[in-house]
Each structure stands twice: as structure tokens, then as C-alpha cells.
């Protein structure tokens, strides 16, 4: 497996911003010594994007609190369910019996059955890789990660060769964080995102320790190449890609730029957009846009030297939940846009991009009062939506 090309993975740095100041930025670089440009400030609050006419059907009903959407070749869909049950879903909305051979799963709190992805190879190999919450001795739980083969078998199907490839420790006694994201690099490794665990947020700042981090392993779950401990940062966990981060349930990797895209709940308000890059700090819990659920300032405000900041972030929280980069053609104007899921917002959130900046966000679904908890492009160029209720919906979108 290559290692990745860290550079790839650098802020890009939008032009409106610097280029009344590019000479006095280029001195100071130099007089620095820095390679690296100038971070970002935070946004909030963007302009309104356009509006877009949806038209709004309804797959499949019935769902126990679906969390994460993936398609598989012949255009039904995988979709789990928090419980810790494995549903394939046919276009006109048929829901199959569960598929066999799935792990024991935490099942309490936010813990469960969560984020699923096919490996690039499925179509010869049947490989797909999910995550969940695991149970652990005594009664604690952690995030973990495992790899199985699927067969596919009339309506449902079975998971064969299951093999846990990654386990998060310490596990502790809770039902809240797991994180929980996969996706997939350009060359084929994983991105994995965790959770502070609620009670556990001092550990986001010990780049040992993985919680609430972003981790990078490969398809085996060993460290990825390139990541920050194998390149002299001192202190960090093989596995550790970022740091700093609270509760990430949204993640997308934009392959055409070799970048990794989360989303992130913060507490009460200051839910983020980042980019994450290879031995980064994110800040939290010593900054943050949010504030305590008591209404209590978060560490020691928005911002400190040596951490990073948001691309965006929202406040009031929306809490974000699932994260796509539009790519198809349906959507006119859409190409290179973010869509989030908003679970407390009910929306689900359109951000257009230039040079790395969000200059507008649309607000769509807000009539409906969704839970929104994944969002996926489906091979139609349509948008799919995951709803987290007990009876949970999957919607397509389309132009009304």
C-alpha cells in the first residue's frame, strides 16, 4: 500500500483571502521559515445558497433507527440498523430479513450497529468493512471496526470470515461518542473517526490515546503509511491521524483532491466542518465555538495558538450527522458541494465551496422535521437519506 502524499491533504488556501496581503504573507513565510499557508478563520452563518426544487419519495419504511447507507452493485442497498441488525434494501422499498453473522453489538445509548462501506474490490471479493459499538468485560463498550465477506443470497444474505480488525481502548462504561465514520482512501486504506465518549474529553488532547481522534489504518488495521507517529511525532498512537476532535459522525473522502472531509457535534452549538491532515490538533475540549449544556464557557474560548480551526461550524448545533461530496450529474450547480446531515436541526444542510471556503449554504428538508442521519449519492446521481427514529424513512432526492 502507498503511503499517502501528505501535501495532498494540506488547507487549501482561498485566494479572496490573501491576495491583497500576498507580499507581506510571502516575507513573513520566509523570514519563519514555514512551508505551510496561513490557516483559515472560522465561518459561520453563510449566505443563502439558491434555492433547489426537491422532489421528495419515499423507499423504505420500518427502520429501527437506520444509521448509514451504502450501495451495493446490483442497486439494492445495505443498511444497518442501530440494534445491531444488517438490512438490504430493494429500489422499490422491500426490506429484507437480517443478514446473519454479525457481531454482538453494544446496543445502548447512541452505541450499536453503525457505519458500514464496501471495500473497492467487492465486486470480486464480497469484502466490506462496518463499524460498532463492541461490548467489552464489565460492562464498558468501545468502538471497533470489522472486516467480513458478504453473500448474497436470494433476498438477504450472510456475513462469512468476520474478523475484527480493530479494537479502541480503553473501553469505559458509556453509552455516548462513539464517532464511528469509515471511509476509504485513494489507496485503499481506512479513515476512521472516534468519539470522546462524553466523560472522556481530556483524552482528545493525549495524541496516545484513541479517543476522539481521526485514526488511519490499513485494510488489516494496521497503521497506515505516512501517519504522524511513524514520521517522528513524538507521543502519538501508531493508528493516530488527528487529534483534538469531539464527536465526529460524518466523514467523506474526496478523491479527486486526496482529502479527507468530517463533521463533527460540538456541545450546545459550535458542531464542525474540517479537513483533517496528519498530525493536527482540532482543539477540542480547549476550544470551541459551543458552550457547555450548563450554558458554561468550553476551555479557554475560540481559539489558541498551535490549534486548529474549523472550516465551519454552526451555532446553534444541528448536530451533524452524515457527510457527502456531491459528484453527479442530477443536481445542476451541485458538483463539488458538501451535504450534511442535521439531526437536532432537522435539515439537511447544502454547502457550496470555492478554494476551500464555504460561501453559501441551503437549508433543505426543514419542512419535514427529519432526524437526519446519513446522507449518501446514489448511482442515479439521486441523494438518499437515512432518518433515525424507530420507524425510520429512506428518502431519494431528486429535482422537483
Known sequence: MNA??????????????????????AAALCLAGLNSAPA???QTDAPKAPATALKVEEIATGLV??????????????VTERPGRLRIVTSDGRISPPVAGLPKVYASGQGGLLDIRLAGDFASTGMLFFSFAEPRQGGKAATSVGRAKLILDGESGRLENLKVIYRQEPAIRSGHHFGSRIVIANDGSLFVTTGDRGSQSDKAQDPGVPIGKVLHITAEGEPAPGNPAQDGKAGWGPQVWSMGHRNLQGAVFDRQNNRLWTVEHGARG???LNHPEAGRNYGWPVISYGRHYSGGKIGVGTSKAGLEQPVYYWDPSIATSGLELYTGDLFAGWKGNLLVGGMAGAQLSRLVLENGEVTAEEKLLTDRGDRIRDVR???DGAIYVLTDDPSGHLLRLSPG
Do not use: H, K, Y
Open 377 to 379: 449519492q446514489g448511482p
Open 65 to 78: 433507527n437506520p444509521w448509514s447507507l451504502q450501495f451495493l452493485p446490483d442497486g439494492r442497498m445495505l
Open 270 to 272: 459550535g458542531d464542525e
Open 4 to 25: 499517502f502524499n501528505q501535501s495532498t491533504l494540506r488547507r487549501p488556501v482561498p485566494l479572496s483571502g490573501i491576495a491583497r496581503n500576498a507580499p507581506a504573507i
Open 40 to 42: 483559515l478563520s472560522a
